[in-house]
């Protein structure tokens, strides 16, 4: 889904562009189930995350509804943009982590400061 972080003109930014286009032309592109996990972290800020140990992917249970194939490589385009944290060394206090026993590392995903940012653009946009 395009998502125009400043009504496409990047010029009416502070400093002449936006942060959260990275001088793409106003505008970045989020898969539905990129939108999904930043909504659920804007509601929750820490989720549990362990790494797979067969694929040595980011695995989540978190996301009961989305396609167990497409939840790591969400994560993973999520965090390699910087709108979220995935902190394998970082687990939740009290959090059993069942289900998690495929990973040899448990921790945490939050959302970090431009994800919070992008957030915001999609309420101010009324993206659904």
């Given at each position: 889904?395009?998502?125009?972080?400043?009504?496409?003109?990047?010029a009416g930014c502070p400093g002449g562009g936006c942060s959260g286009c990275a001088g793409k032309g106003g505008a970045i592109t989020l898969h539905p189930a990129e939108i999904d996990i930043l909504r659920e972290l804007a509601v929750c800020p820490f989720l549990p995350v362990g790494l797979n140990s067969r694929t040595g992917e980011p695995f989540c249970l978190e996301?009961?509804?989305?396609?167990?194939?497409?939840?790591?490589?969400a994560l993973s385009v999520l965090e390699k943009r910087g709108f979220i944290r995935v902190d394998y060394?970082?687990?939740?206090?009290?959090?059993?982590?069942e289900g998690y026993e495929v990973c040899f590392r448990r921790g945490s995903?939050?959302?970090t400061a431009k994800g919070q940012d992008v957030i915001e653009r999609l309420a101010v946009q009324?993206?659904?």
């Open positions: 889904m395009p998502m125009s972080c400043c009504g496409g003109n990047c996301f009961p509804d989305m396609d167990e194939k497409i939840v790591p490589l060394d970082i687990p939740l206090a009290g959090f059993a982590y995903l939050a959302l009324g993206v659904n």
